[in-house]
């Protein structure tokens, strides 16, 4: 009996200490998950405030008129990047080029398939292509148009 009771006496009080401090970690650890979320939160607005300044349907559309004026024919966006630090952004363009036909006086589309790299920033209030390179697939041949 005297065992029994000395291990309820011990027993107890280190099992409501243990709960305790249990409790505190899982608040402390809860309290570190909302700060997280916070500032996670707080980055994103500010990531898509500077987005929204950085205007990038305009750096899209420069994109879009440099492919047109080239003669690439655009199968697909494939990769976008952007750096609203900086408004910046980088496509990946999978292109075909369209070459003129003079026998049939039509434009053909090339066999080939290449990725068209492009990195535009903001100035003012256009942006400029800092970047353009054609990059042959098959191969991996690099070509700077820009």
């Known amino acids: 009996m005297n065992v029994l009771a000395i291990l309820i006496g ?6 409501f200490f243990y709960n305790k401090k249990q409790k505190e970690i899982h608040q402390q650890e809860l309290e570190a998950e909302k700060k997280q979320e916070l500032k996670v939160r707080e980055e994103e ?3 898509e405030q500077l987005s929204k300044s950085c205007k990038y349907d305009l750096a899209y559309k420069t994109a879009m008129d440099y492919l047109w004026k ?13 750096n609203p630090s ?4 980088e496509y990946y363009f999978d292109v075909r080029l369209i ?4 026998y049939t006086r039509e ?13 535009l920033k903001k100035y003012n209030d ?3 292509i800092e970047l353009a390179e054609l990059i042959d697939k098959t191969n991996n041949k690099y070509r700077k148009l820009l």
């Open 10 to 15: 011990i027993g107890l009080p280190a099992y």
């Open 86 to 89: 900086n408004c910046s952004i």
């Open 107 to 119: 434009d053909e589309l090339s066999d080939k398939v290449y990725q068209l790299r492009m990195e």
């Open 99 to 102: 070459k003129f036909n003079e």
């Open 126 to 128: 256009f942006y400029g």
């Open 45 to 47: 607005r500010m990531n």
């Open 70 to 82: 080239e003669n690439y024919n655009l199968i697909e966006l494939t990769m976008t990047t952007e």
